[in-house]
C-alpha cells in the first residue's frame, strides 16, 4: 500500500493559502502510508517529467484536518518517491481545525 486512502476531493474547508503563505511554511517529512489523496487521477506526463516541479513549490502541501493527512499538492511527488522505494516524502503540512 503506497497512501493510506485514495479520496476524491477535499473534505476539508478553503484554507484560503496562496503559494506565499505555502510557502511560509517549513518542510518536514510525512510517511506516505499516512497521507490521503485529494484526486484519484494524475498526468503521466507530470510523474515521468525531472523538470515537474521547476515553476512549482519543490515540497508537497499537506492539510492535516481531523487527525488525517490530506496530499493537496504533490501527488506526482508522492508516487516518485513509492517508485523509488522511499516512506516518506518532505512536505509543507498546515493544520486547520475542524
Do not use: C, N
Not at 484519484?40 to 517529467?49: A, F, K, M, P, R
Amino acid at each position: 500500500m503506497i497512501f493510506k486512502r485514495v479520496g476524491v476531493g477535499r473534505p476539508y474547508p478553503d484554507h484560503g493559502l496562496t503559494s506565499k503563505g505555502w510557502a511560509a511554511v517549513p518542510p518536514r517529512q510525512v510517511r506516505l502510508d499516512q497521507l490521503v489523496t485529494t484526486k484519484d487521477t494524475l498526468q503521466l506526463t507530470s510523474l515521468l517529467d525531472e523538470d515537474s516541479t521547476f515553476y512549482g513549490d519543490l515540497f508537497a502541501h499537506v492539510v492535516l484536518w481531523r487527525d488525517d493527512y490530506y496530499l493537496e499538492d504533490g501527488l506526482h511527488r508522492a508516487l516518485r518517491a513509492a517508485l523509488q522505494q522511499r516512506h516518506v516524502l518532505h512536505a509543507r503540512v498546515i493544520r486547520m481545525e475542524g
